[in-house]
């Protein structure tokens, strides 16, 4: 396994990006999969997929925009077939809680008939830096149609790192790692703390999700992005994900990082104070 490089889908994202950098500084072979990788991967052109397979053995497989969007699962079981015919034998897939249609997907990885490992994961801390949350944090009032319903933030960072393990190390295959954060937040709460470690003022507004499918109509946002956005905030937000685990814990043996010290250290770099 060690001497074949590592196909990273969506390997200039959130994840991807980290994973590629936990990958270098270990010196272990990657590739980058993404429309502008060499070769290109494009989830939308399968003609492009078998290029970005050779000489692999083992996948980070992240879809994009999310294994929530409808057909989803005949593409991955599509990818995933051919990628066993050229012989890749280690799949790691990074999933949704709470997503019957991620689930769906990761059915798929695991009849596939090679080593897989699934990454269940929460919403994501980076949301708040590295996502569309970024300008309206950094406008000083967040929106959202959400109340009361608490998320347990989990830290890109983790991730990355449970997925490097389980492409590199044994003892991760055939396990289901459900990564949450080790405190739950409302959103409201979450906002809180990044005003605190910024030392701005920071306001969270509840809206309705009619209000705010308007207000990303009005930003530009393109329709299957806004879809998906309203899908995540009715559906998944709905309290089934307000409960912690431990897959951190299981997969690298220490806690996860908590949103507090997410927030502090993203507060640091000045991105939440630009304007």
Known sequence: ????????????????????????????????????????????N??????????????????YPDLAVPGTADTINAFVQLAVVVGVKRIVLLSGRGEHEAEACEVVVKKAGVEWTILRCAWFSQNFSEGYLLEPLQAGIV???????????????????????????????????????????????AVAEV??????????????LGDYTAMLKEYG??????????YLFSEVLDGRNESLTDGVQRAL????????????TTAASGIWNQQ
Do not use: C
């Not at 003609?47 to 497989?61: E, F, M, N």
């Not at 043996?253 to 997410?262: M, S, T």
């Open 221 to 230: 946002l393109p329709d299957d992005h806004i879809w998906l956005i309203s």
């Open 1 to 44: 396994m060690k001497t074949a490089p590592v196909l990273i889908l969506g390997g200039t994202g959130k994840t991807g990006s980290r994973i590629a950098q936990l990958l270098d500084e270990k010196k272990w072979p990657f590739r980058i999969g993404s429309r502008s990788g060499t070769p290109a991967f494009d989830w939308e």
């Open 143 to 189: 929106a959202l149609p959400v109340g009361n319903v608490r998320e347990p933030f989990i830290d890109a960072d983790d991730i990355a790192e449970v997925a490097v393990a389980a492409l590199t190390e044994d003892g991760h295959a055939g396990e289901l790692y459900e990564l949450t954060g080790p405190r739950l937040l409302t959103f409201a709460e």
């Open 46 to 63: 399968p003609a492009t997929w078998r290029a970005a397979l050779d000489g692999i053995s083992s996948v980070y497989l992240s879809y």
């Open 195 to 208: 005003a605190n470690a910024t030392g701005r003022q920071i306001t969270y507004q509840p809206v309705s």
């Open 253 to 264: 043996k220490r806690a996860p990082r908590d949103f507090g010290d997410y927030a502090r």
